[in-house]
């Protein structure tokens, strides 16, 4: 078999320990393609000679890991040619496997996926929220029917995974599912999470991500305006469902709490704030991040109004809250009815909050980014690239500063 192996030794930096002991790999070439593997076995990096690609020195410990990686290269000389005298197909993964004892094990897409899911699905409401493991499964839908669509396959090994199958995912994403850009880098970005975890468990050496990189575009973020929250406060509903739906949507809209932590809100969380108001105090369940809020009128009206709503008392529940899919359906009947023409939505409502109720009254930004539990200022700045009204007010004082400086000026002569 006119095949090439190569056997090197080398140390893994990456790895580096606490003592600064680095790990020793040793890496097998067959014709280009390579595997590692480690050899369990630790130095630091003085003691190692990077161009033999053995310890240095003469001393005692040198001499027992050199004697070491010599027996593990004989190891893997032996075990190549037991492969080659049966006759199978040698592959550097193939060789790794048969020195470790594990049969040869090609891992697929699909079933990493799934075993990447399940495990999600078990942290749900652990450290991990059941929307975002509902956008795991959509990705993982679009991915069967990319595989069905492009290769008219069910499935597909990870080690035929290549930079091309990105790409590929990603124009198939933007031309035959209708994502827009930031979409489908959300679909590449779940994927790309997947890949990583099969790397770090050994299914999968090469990162077909290596030359790929998520990109997304700047959007502007829905908002109703103050004309807009006032015609959907004052609506008079003849049917119960919307009114209640309505009342949560408005609640949202002048707390700025999401629709996970809405859902989960219970009196305990009203608490008294530093100034002797009403607050609500809560941590985000997507980030974990401290959201400290202090309730305007308006959230501390629709509060009052479902205090003894029996649907509270016994989910021992703040608000009536329906599901997130019932919601946005009822929100949709309620924009309807209001002619208001936006797409009414859980979001819609926590960016309400950030642009009219907040920003655009002067609240300063680090004020509101404290209040919507981000970890970073950079992601509430989203909100006020959008405020055109917040710009003009700004601009109208400083007209009237420099007037008023003008005519101090000429009152001076």
């Known amino acids: 078999m006119n095949q090439t192996l190569s056997i090197l030794f080398y140390l893994k930096n990456s790895k580096k320990d606490r003592n600064d002991l ?21 130095v630091i990096t003085d003691n190692w000679d ?40 040698i ?9 470790m004892g594990v049969s040869e094990r090609k891992y ?26 509902q956008h795991y499964l959509a990705t993982f839908s679009k991915i069967k029917n990319f595989l069905s669509f492009q290769y008219h396959k069910s499935d597909i090994t990870l080690d035929d995974l290549k930079n091309q199958f990105v790409t590929n995912f990603e124009y198939y994403l933007k031309t035959k599912e209708g994502c827009c850009h930031n979409t489908a880098m959300k679909h590449i970005k779940h994927l790309k999470k997947v890949i990583r975890m ?33 015609t959907l406060s004052q609506k008079q509903f003849s049917i119960h469902r919307l009114e209640v739906v309505r009342d949560i949507f408005l609640f949202s809209c002048y707390t700025g709490i999401a629709y996970s932590d ?8 009203i608490t008294t704030g530093i100034d002797g108001e009403k607050w609500v105090i809560i941590y985000r369940h997507k980030t974990g991040g401290r959201s400290p809020i202090p309730l305007l009128p308006q959230a501390l009206t629709i509060i009052n109004k479902y205090r003894d709503c029996p649907e509270c008392d016994n989910s021992g529940k703040l608000l009536p809250v329906k599901s997130n899919q019932k919601m946005n359906a009822y929100l949709k009947e309620i924009a309807d009815l209001c002619e208001i023409k936006k797409d009414l939505s859980t979001h819609l409502a926590r960016h309400t909050f950030a642009t009219t109720i907040t920003l655009a009254n002067g609240v300063p930004i680090e004020t509101v980014s404290k209040m919507l539990g981000h970890s970073s200022i950079r992601t509430t700045q989203i909100y006020s690239k959008v405020v055109d009204s917040k710009i003009s007010n700004d601009m109208l004082k400083l007209k009237d500063q420099l007037n008023q400086n003008v005519k101090s000026q000429v009152a001076n002569y």
């Open 108 to 133: 697929t897409l699909i079933e990493t996926f799934n075993y990447h899911n399940e495990q999600f699905r078990q942290r749900v409401g652990v450290d991990f929220v059941y929307g975002s493991y």
């Open 22 to 42: 680095i790990p020793v790999y040793m890496r097998i070439t067959i014709d280009g393609k390579r595997a590692e593997v480690s050899t369990h076995k630790k």
């Open 50 to 89: 990077p161009s033999t690609g053995y310890a240095k020195g003469l001393g005692e410990e040198a001499r027992i890991l050199n004697q070491y990686l010599d027996s593990l290269k004989s190891r893997v000389n032996k075990q190549y040619n037991i492969l080659d005298s049966l006759g199978k197909e």
């Open 198 to 230: 099969a790397i770090s468990n050994d299914w999968l050496q090469r990162d077909p991500f290596i030359n790929f990189k998520c990109s997304y575009k700047e959007t502007n973020r829905g908002y109703l305006t103050p004309e807009e929250l006032e």
């Open 91 to 99: 592959t550097a993964d193939a060789l790794k496997n048969s020195l």
């Open 262 to 269: 809405v859902v989960a809100l219970t009196n305990d969380d």
